[in-house]
Each structure stands twice: as structure tokens, then as C-alpha cells.
């Protein structure tokens, strides 16, 4: 008789400590959920994406710029003067179509048909400025940036121009 008790009462016990074993309360739940809600909140504010791609954006624009210069470097060794002062797009852009002065892909006027540039930038968010000085024998090119930096202020200085970062000719 015994043997037949004994398993009953073993499995009356199991049932006991299958049914004391809880869960988390809803409330513990909640206080972790919150918990790790405060975290990412820091790490987002700390980390700030904005202002990383406003960074990123603006060094993409400053190395299009010494990039610019380069060409407008052959371009002035080709034909001895810089092309005239009009809209950055109209010059160094097809958006305005054949300009002939070598940036788009076409020949210049003033020599072999060289091209300068295959790829010209092309950054609809940034506002460039060109401008022809001296009578074709200096110029300047300016784009604003976001998050300027001290160095984005000495180029300003040195070329005079009126944005955040500033390319002349040396």
C-alpha cells in the first residue's frame, strides 16, 4: 500500500512547485522596460546621428571643393585664365547642358578638348558660389557648411569670401 502512495504524494509535489514557480510581475516588467527606454535615450543624445551626417555631408563638400580646384588648376594651365564668373551649376555642372569650357565633359574653347573633370560633384544641399577675379587670373569658391571649423575660418580669411569654407587659387 505504500508503494502506491508514495508516487502520489511525489507527484502532489511536483505539481506544488510547478505552481509556486511565478514569472515576473508585470511591474518588474515595466520597470526594465523603462529602465532600458532612459538608456537608449542617453545613448541617442550622446551619439547625436544628426549632427554626424551634418559632419559627413560637409566633409564630402569641402573634398568636392579642393577636387574643383585641381581641375580649375589644369584648366588655368591649359588656357591661362579661369573660366568666368556665372553659377557654379552652369559652369561645372551638365545641368544647364554643353557649356564648353571642358567641366561637363565637353571640349573648352581654348584648347585640345581636354576634360578636367569626368565626375563633377553634384550635391543638391550644398549652395556653392564661384567667382572669377582679377580678370581671369584669380578666383574663389565658397560653400556653406553646417558645422564649420576653425580651419573652415582661416580658408574664409585667406580668400576672402563670404561663407563658411572658402577655395581660391594659391
Do not use: W
Amino acid at each position: 500500500m505504500l508503494r502506491l502512495i508514495l508516487p502520489v504524494l511525489m507527484y502532489k509535489k511536483m505539481i506544488k512547485r510547478i505552481n509556486t514557480n511565478k514569472g515576473f510581475t508585470l511591474l518588474e516588467l515595466l520597470v526594465v522596460i523603462a529602465i532600458i527606454g532612459v538608456l537608449v535615450t542617453i545613448i541617442i543624445v550622446a551619439i547625436n546621428p544628426a549632427k554626424l551626417i551634418g559632419q559627413s555631408r560637409d566633409s564630402k563638400r569641402r573634398s568636392d571643393l579642393l577636387q574643383v580646384k585641381a581641375a580649375l588648376q589644369l584648366y588655368y594651365n591649359d588656357c591661362k585664365t579661369y573660366p568666368a564668373t556665372a553659377s557654379f551649376q552652369a559652369i561645372f555642372g551638365s545641368a544647364f547642358g554643353n557649356t564648353g569650357n571642358g567641366f561637363d565633359g565637353t571640349a573648352n574653347t581654348c584648347d585640345d578638348g581636354s576634360v578636367y573633370m569626368k565626375q563633377v560633384p553634384n550635391d543638391t544641399g550644398a549652395s556653392y558660389t564661384y567667382t572669377q577675379l582679377n580678370s581671369g587670373q584669380d578666383y574663389r569658391i565658397t560653400a556653406h557648411l553646417n558645422y564649420p571649423t576653425t580651419d573652415d575660418a582661416n580658408t574664409v580669411t585667406k580668400c576672402g569670401g563670404s561663407d563658411s569654407f572658402s577655395v581660391c587659387n594659391d
